[in-house]
């Protein structure tokens, strides 16, 4: 139902979880632990769904917050539930106990921060676009602003998709390139002319060095390549299906 980064669970005081497809009640194409909140699924299966996942993280059933992510480099601070809808970000922070951050992702990294001695976490979603524009710096200021230091602050990045299943095409490839030549060495030869496999688990590995994150660690999972586990954006893209459902990486306090 769920995996855990060994790194994590010896921070005290905090919970955590990078929920798999599993152990939900979802079922077709979500099948069957689906979080998606902007899913086409039952919203009555993805409301048992989301209670299982905050009981597990050892908070009520309507305490598993998530913001509407739009890939963006923008960050929410969580003191409890949203008395409205959800605000539009792709990243949240809190010092509050009671309530775990969710984030969702199927194919874009899902990243859980946490500094234990200043009682301050983080969950970001960040795809390329989140990674580019620097969702991952942006969460570790506004950790800053609740007490924590960079320094101290771990930081995991869980099942991602991987350089082996994301090829993109030229005008990606130039985007990246334009912004700083360097940034080539995230792109390796695909088999098609003028594409290219994007490495987005190195290249959020590297933002997080920019953001000067103490300790940062990739559980190493593709999400494509991982279909009994996973969900995955592209893979269902590929088959033409209909949607598709989300993994919840969660974060908490106590």
Request: glycine share 12%; hydrophobic share 40%.
């Amino acid at each position: 139902m769920f995996i855990t980064s060994p790194d994590l669970a010896h921070e005290p005081g905090i919970r955590h979880a990078f929920f798999t497809r599993e152990g939900g009640v979802s079922g077709g194409i979500y099948a069957s632990l689906n979080g998606g909140l902007g899913s086409n699924d039952d919203q009555s299966h993805i409301a048992e769904n989301r209670g299982r996942m905050a009981q597990h993280m050892g908070v009520e059933r309507d305490q598993l917050v998530s913001v509407h992510q739009v890939h963006s480099p923008d960050v929410a601070v969580v003191t409890g539930p949203w008395p409205a809808e959800r605000p539009k970000a792709d990243a949240m922070v809190t010092i509050a106990h009671g309530v775990a951050l969710g984030v969702s992702t199927a194919d874009c990294g899902p990243i859980l921060f946490a500094d234990s001695e200043a009682g301050v976490i983080g969950a970001a979603h960040a795809g390329w676009k989140g990674a580019f524009t620097g969702v991952i710096g942006a969460t570790v200021t506004e950790m800053e602003k609740l007490g924590a230091r960079r320094e101290r602050i771990i930081a995991v990045l869980g099942p991602t998709i991987s350089a082996a299943a994301y090829e993109v095409g030229p005008e990606f490839i130039e985007r990246f390139k334009g912004e700083n030549a360097t940034f080539s060495r995230f792109f390796h030869a695909s088999e098609r002319p003028a594409h290219a496999m994007f490495d987005l688990p190195a290249f959020i590995a590297h933002r997080a060095q920019e953001a000067g994150i103490g300790r940062f660690y990739d559980l190493g999972l593709c999400t494509y390549g991982d279909e009994a586990r996973f969900y995955s954006y592209r893979r269902t893209t590929h088959r033409q299906e209909a949607d598709y459902g989300r993994l919840i990486s969660a974060i908490a306090l106590g």
